[in-house]
């Protein structure tokens, strides 16, 4: 499995970006995708995943209310809406996939796509 994101950018605070996650190389529709952030100077964190059935979802408390994950598996896309963002969301957002099971752990994840850098500015 192939993942890439892209749609990351430099927006103002209080701006909204969506970000997506294309996935190649096989049927993803079974796979758990989540989204993760690395923040300069700090360890990677959990955001949001999404079964693969979409059916459920779970977001990081600082998420929460602000991002909406989703998935077209038609397309075998998950993106990441993402509203009122604030200077503390800017990272590098990765996404990664998994068979099955959805998990906040990022070592739990077997694919992983290149990140996509998001600033937002004050």
């Known amino acids: 499995v192939q993942l890439q994101a892209s749609g990351g950018g430099l927006v103002q605070a209080g701006d909204s970006l969506r970000l997506s996650c294309a996935a190649s190389?096989?049927?993803?529709?079974?796979?758990?995708i989540a989204w993760f952030r690395r923040a300069p100077g700090k360890e990677r964190e959990f955001v949001t995943y999404i079964t693969g059935s979409g059916g459920s979802t779970l977001y990081a408390d600082s998420v929460k209310g602000r991002f909406t994950i989703s998935r077209d598996n038609a397309k075998s896309t998950v993106y990441l809406q993402m509203n009122s963002l604030k200077p503390e969301d800017t990272a590098v957002y990765f996404c990664?996939?998994?068979?099955?099971?959805?998990?906040?752990?990022?070592?739990?994840?077997?694919?992983w796509g290149q990140g996509t850098q998001v600033t937002v500015s004050s």
């Open positions: 990664a996939a998994r068979p099955f099971a959805a998990s906040q752990t990022s070592v739990a994840y077997n694919y």
């Open positions: 190389g096989r049927t993803v529709n079974n796979y758990a």
